[in-house]
């Protein structure tokens, strides 16, 4: 297992102790400096998934 990126441990400080949707993670990055934490869906869903296939987070993929 890899050991996780500077950016990778932010989306699991985001995402610790409860499900989020992709948006939600967003408003998490946002709310805690918006000035130096700007994710945009680019960055946002390959790191997921990155965490994912790394075994640190547990996903489920719904597109609507």
């Known amino acids: 297992m890899n050991l996780p990126s500077d950016l990778d441990c932010t989306f699991l400080a985001v995402i610790v102790g409860s499900p989020a949707h992709g948006y939600e993670i967003s408003r998490g990055f946002s ?3 918006p000035e130096i934490l700007k994710i945009g869906e680019g960055q ?4 997921l998934k990155k965490l994912e296939e790394s075994g640190w987070v547990q996903a489920e993929w719904v597109s609507d």
């Not at 946002?44 to 790191?47: D, E, H, R």
């Open 44 to 47: 946002l869903y390959p790191a």
């Open 31 to 33: 709310s805690r400096d």
